[in-house]
């Protein structure tokens, strides 16, 4: 089974930039039929990476639009039987909480990844970054929420 592309490449490797540009250029009306192709190819994990960049860059880019929900629930809908990707999705939408000043739960918070804990408390809501600064799950987290509390202080 040759795993190589003519240059000598793996196969996987260039599917994944290829997804990737894909996954950049999708219309919203295409995104998710493209992402539920994308989670069938023989190479789950490789799938998995390339889906999550694009959650990410596309949560990034919507967090603060009113298209943020549709979108969720369109997403959410194609990633189910992925549960690193339905966390992902469930944790970009507690972060758009805690950003927004939306409706959020503390246990939430600290039950979240280190990657969310990172990303709230670097964000700027106080009362998250309190919450991370006492009780966030590793040293860099705390340090990070109480950074960003004392800078705000002092502003």
């Known amino acids: 089974m040759n795993t190589e592309d003519g240059a000598g490449e793996p196969a996987e ?10 996954l950049e250029q999708v219309a919203g009306a295409d995104e998710s039929a493209l992402v539920g192709g994308v989670l069938a190819d023989p190479d789950p994990v490789m799938a ?19 298209l943020w929900e549709e979108w969720a629930g369109a997403m959410a809908r194609v990633v189910t039987g992925h549960p690193f990707l339905v966390r992902r999705l469930q944790e970009w939408a507690l972060f758009r909480a805690v950003a927004l000043g939306l409706p959020w739960h503390r246990d939430d918070l600290l039950a979240a990844s280190d990657w969310l804990q990172l990303k709230a408390a670097d964000a700027t809501n106080p009362e998250a970054r ?6 966030g799950r590793t040293k860099r987290i705390r340090n990070t929420a109480r950074t960003g509390l004392r800078r705000r202080g002092k502003g």
């Open 13 to 22: 490797h260039a599917r994944f930039a290829a997804y990737l540009v894909e």
């Open 48 to 66: 998995r990476a390339a889906v999550v960049r694009h959650l990410d860059r596309r949560a990034a880019e919507l967090l603060p639009t009113p």
């Open 130 to 135: 309190q919450v991370l600064a006492e009780s």
